[in-house]
Protein backbone atom coordinates (compact mmCIF):
# COMPACT_ATOMS: atom_id res chain seq x y z
CA UNK A 1 0.00 0.00 0.00
CA UNK A 2 2.91 2.20 1.01
CA UNK A 3 3.55 4.27 -2.17
CA UNK A 4 6.88 6.54 -1.00
CA UNK A 5 8.37 7.09 2.55
CA UNK A 6 9.86 10.35 4.05
CA UNK A 7 12.16 10.68 7.27
CA UNK A 8 13.35 14.20 8.23
CA UNK A 9 16.33 14.38 9.55
CA UNK A 10 15.80 15.07 12.65
CA UNK A 11 13.41 12.05 12.79
CA UNK A 12 15.96 10.12 11.43
CA UNK A 13 18.65 11.14 14.16
CA UNK A 14 16.68 10.26 17.19
CA UNK A 15 15.70 6.84 15.58
CA UNK A 16 19.26 6.25 14.93
CA UNK A 17 20.02 6.44 18.35
CA UNK A 18 17.79 3.91 19.16
CA UNK A 19 18.27 1.53 16.28
CA UNK A 20 19.76 1.34 12.38
CA UNK A 21 17.64 3.46 9.83
CA UNK A 22 16.25 1.08 7.39
CA UNK A 23 16.35 1.57 4.04
CA UNK A 24 12.65 3.96 3.33
CA UNK A 25 14.77 5.95 6.73
CA UNK A 26 17.42 7.69 4.73
CA UNK A 27 17.06 11.56 3.80
CA UNK A 28 17.85 11.79 0.10
CA UNK A 29 14.92 12.47 -1.06
CA UNK A 30 14.47 16.57 -2.27
CA UNK A 31 12.53 19.36 -1.27
CA UNK A 32 10.13 19.18 -4.73
CA UNK A 33 9.90 15.36 -3.65
CA UNK A 34 8.96 15.53 -0.02
CA UNK A 35 6.38 19.02 -1.25
CA UNK A 36 4.83 16.14 -3.04
CA UNK A 37 4.76 13.74 -0.93
CA UNK A 38 3.10 15.76 1.76
CA UNK A 39 0.28 17.09 -0.75
CA UNK A 40 -0.30 13.54 -2.25
CA UNK A 41 -0.69 12.62 1.44
CA UNK A 42 -3.44 15.49 2.34
CA UNK A 43 -5.01 15.15 -0.79
CA UNK A 44 -5.75 11.58 0.68
CA UNK A 45 -7.75 13.62 3.85
CA UNK A 46 -11.62 14.30 2.50
CA UNK A 47 -13.06 17.64 3.34
CA UNK A 48 -15.61 20.09 3.19
CA UNK A 49 -15.23 23.21 1.22
CA UNK A 50 -15.46 26.98 2.27
CA UNK A 51 -14.83 30.37 1.72
CA UNK A 52 -13.20 33.23 3.62
CA UNK A 53 -14.82 36.14 2.80
CA UNK A 54 -13.17 39.68 3.93
CA UNK A 55 -13.67 43.35 2.85
CA UNK A 56 -11.16 45.29 0.86
CA UNK A 57 -10.53 48.84 1.51
CA UNK A 58 -12.21 49.96 -1.25
CA UNK A 59 -14.90 47.92 -0.04
CA UNK A 60 -15.39 45.34 -2.46
CA UNK A 61 -15.82 41.79 -1.15
CA UNK A 62 -12.96 39.62 -1.50
CA UNK A 63 -12.85 35.84 -1.16
CA UNK A 64 -10.72 32.78 -0.71
CA UNK A 65 -11.51 29.07 -1.27
CA UNK A 66 -10.17 27.74 2.03
CA UNK A 67 -9.77 23.80 3.74
CA UNK A 68 -7.64 24.25 6.18
CA UNK A 69 -10.67 25.21 9.07
CA UNK A 70 -11.89 23.98 11.86
CA UNK A 71 -13.81 24.20 14.83
CA UNK A 72 -11.38 24.96 18.03
CA UNK A 73 -14.05 25.32 21.04
CA UNK A 74 -17.85 25.50 21.95
CA UNK A 75 -17.02 28.07 24.37
CA UNK A 76 -16.84 30.57 23.71
CA UNK A 77 -17.17 29.86 20.32
CA UNK A 78 -13.92 29.72 18.07
CA UNK A 79 -12.61 28.48 14.92
CA UNK A 80 -9.57 28.83 12.77
CA UNK A 81 -8.35 29.04 9.46
CA UNK A 82 -5.08 28.39 8.15
CA UNK A 83 -4.30 30.86 5.23
CA UNK A 84 -0.71 31.18 3.41
CA UNK A 85 1.21 34.06 4.12
CA UNK A 86 1.01 35.16 0.29
CA UNK A 87 -2.54 35.09 0.02
CA UNK A 88 -4.17 38.24 -0.65
CA UNK A 89 -6.69 37.32 1.98
CA UNK A 90 -3.77 36.95 4.59
CA UNK A 91 -3.25 41.13 4.51
CA UNK A 92 -6.71 41.08 4.15
CA UNK A 93 -7.27 39.41 7.49
CA UNK A 94 -5.11 40.88 9.09
CA UNK A 95 -5.70 44.48 8.55
CA UNK A 96 -9.65 43.90 9.49
CA UNK A 97 -9.12 41.60 12.20
CA UNK A 98 -12.57 40.01 10.98
CA UNK A 99 -13.76 37.59 8.06
CA UNK A 100 -16.58 35.49 7.17
CA UNK A 101 -16.73 31.94 7.04
CA UNK A 102 -19.49 29.97 4.68
CA UNK A 103 -19.42 26.58 4.37
CA UNK A 104 -20.65 25.55 0.70
CA UNK A 105 -23.12 23.44 -0.42
CA UNK A 106 -22.23 20.73 -3.65
CA UNK A 107 -24.52 23.03 -5.69
CA UNK A 108 -21.47 25.70 -5.19
CA UNK A 109 -18.82 24.26 -6.91
CA UNK A 110 -18.61 27.04 -9.70
CA UNK A 111 -18.22 29.34 -6.36
CA UNK A 112 -15.10 27.10 -4.51
CA UNK A 113 -13.35 27.19 -8.17
CA UNK A 114 -13.74 31.00 -8.81
CA UNK A 115 -12.25 31.68 -5.24
CA UNK A 116 -9.65 29.25 -5.67
CA UNK A 117 -8.23 31.03 -9.08
CA UNK A 118 -5.30 33.52 -8.47
CA UNK A 119 -7.12 36.92 -8.16
CA UNK A 120 -5.15 38.50 -10.48
CA UNK A 121 -7.06 36.29 -13.46
CA UNK A 122 -10.57 35.55 -11.60
CA UNK A 123 -13.35 36.95 -13.79
CA UNK A 124 -16.39 39.28 -12.32
CA UNK A 125 -18.44 37.36 -9.93
CA UNK A 126 -22.31 38.34 -10.08
CA UNK A 127 -22.83 39.92 -6.19
CA UNK A 128 -26.10 38.31 -5.73
CA UNK A 129 -23.52 35.28 -4.53
CA UNK A 130 -23.09 37.64 -1.51
CA UNK A 131 -25.24 38.09 1.52
CA UNK A 132 -23.93 40.07 4.72
CA UNK A 133 -24.26 38.75 8.05
CA UNK A 134 -23.98 41.04 10.50
CA UNK A 135 -21.35 43.75 8.62
CA UNK A 136 -19.57 41.15 7.41
CA UNK A 137 -19.55 39.84 3.83
CA UNK A 138 -20.36 35.99 3.09
CA UNK A 139 -21.39 33.58 0.45
CA UNK A 140 -25.51 33.54 -0.24
CA UNK A 141 -27.22 30.31 0.27
CA UNK A 142 -23.91 28.68 1.97
CA UNK A 143 -25.13 25.61 4.30
CA UNK A 144 -23.76 27.30 7.31
CA UNK A 145 -22.49 31.31 7.26
CA UNK A 146 -20.55 32.72 10.30
CA UNK A 147 -18.92 35.98 10.65
CA UNK A 148 -15.59 36.22 13.00
CA UNK A 149 -13.42 38.30 14.44
CA UNK A 150 -9.69 37.61 14.98
CA UNK A 151 -8.63 37.30 18.45
CA UNK A 152 -5.17 35.68 17.95
CA UNK A 153 -2.67 34.99 14.51
CA UNK A 154 -0.18 32.28 14.98
CA UNK A 155 2.77 32.17 12.33
CA UNK A 156 3.44 28.43 11.49
CA UNK A 157 5.70 27.73 8.67
CA UNK A 158 4.47 30.20 5.55
CA UNK A 159 1.17 30.32 6.57
CA UNK A 160 -0.89 31.51 9.27
CA UNK A 161 -3.50 29.72 12.08
CA UNK A 162 -5.93 32.98 12.96
CA UNK A 163 -8.47 32.51 15.35
CA UNK A 164 -11.75 33.88 14.84
CA UNK A 165 -14.17 34.06 17.91
CA UNK A 166 -17.36 33.76 15.95
CA UNK A 167 -20.21 36.48 16.56
CA UNK A 168 -22.61 35.04 14.61
CA UNK A 169 -24.05 32.11 12.90
CA UNK A 170 -26.95 31.40 10.45
CA UNK A 171 -27.75 28.16 9.18
CA UNK A 172 -28.69 27.01 5.91
CA UNK A 173 -29.69 23.71 4.08
CA UNK A 174 -28.22 21.47 1.28
CA UNK A 175 -25.77 18.42 0.80
CA UNK A 176 -21.69 19.72 1.55
CA UNK A 177 -19.53 20.18 -1.01
CA UNK A 178 -16.44 17.85 -0.61
CA UNK A 179 -13.07 18.23 -1.57
CA UNK A 180 -10.92 14.69 -2.27
CA UNK A 181 -7.90 13.67 -4.17
CA UNK A 182 -7.86 17.56 -5.81
CA UNK A 183 -11.38 17.07 -6.68
CA UNK A 184 -14.75 18.42 -5.76
CA UNK A 185 -17.33 16.01 -5.33
CA UNK A 186 -20.61 15.32 -3.48
CA UNK A 187 -21.34 13.20 0.04
CA UNK A 188 -23.33 10.68 -0.56
CA UNK A 189 -24.36 8.05 2.47
C1 LIG B 1 -10.31 23.09 -2.15
C2 LIG B 1 -9.28 24.17 -1.89
C3 LIG B 1 -8.97 24.47 -0.58
C4 LIG B 1 -8.02 25.47 -0.30
N1 LIG B 1 -7.75 25.75 1.01
C5 LIG B 1 -6.85 26.71 1.31
C6 LIG B 1 -6.58 27.02 2.68
O1 LIG B 1 -7.17 26.47 3.60
N2 LIG B 1 -5.67 28.00 2.92
C7 LIG B 1 -5.01 28.66 1.92
O2 LIG B 1 -4.18 29.53 2.21
N3 LIG B 1 -5.26 28.40 0.60
C8 LIG B 1 -6.19 27.46 0.28
N4 LIG B 1 -6.49 27.18 -1.02
C9 LIG B 1 -5.86 28.02 -2.09
C10 LIG B 1 -6.58 29.36 -2.24
O3 LIG B 1 -7.97 29.20 -2.40
C11 LIG B 1 -6.04 30.13 -3.48
O4 LIG B 1 -4.64 30.27 -3.38
C12 LIG B 1 -6.67 31.50 -3.66
O5 LIG B 1 -6.38 31.95 -4.97
C13 LIG B 1 -6.19 32.54 -2.66
O6 LIG B 1 -6.85 33.74 -2.93
P1 LIG B 1 -6.35 35.16 -2.39
O7 LIG B 1 -4.90 35.30 -2.78
O8 LIG B 1 -7.26 36.11 -3.10
O9 LIG B 1 -6.56 35.18 -0.92
C14 LIG B 1 -7.40 26.19 -1.34
C15 LIG B 1 -7.72 25.86 -2.67
C16 LIG B 1 -8.64 24.85 -2.95
C17 LIG B 1 -8.99 24.50 -4.38
Same mark, same amino acid.
Given at each position: MAVGVYNSGARANTAAQHQSPGPGATNLQTT???NEMYRDAWSRFATGVTVITTLEPGGNVHGMTASSVASVSLDPPLVLVVIGEN /???HALVESTGRFGLSILDDGQ???AKHFATPPEVRCEIDPQHFTALS???VI???MAIMD? /????????GDHTVFIGEVESIAIGAGKPLVWFQRQFGGFSR
Open positions: DSI /RESTDIDTPANAC /RVIAAHQA
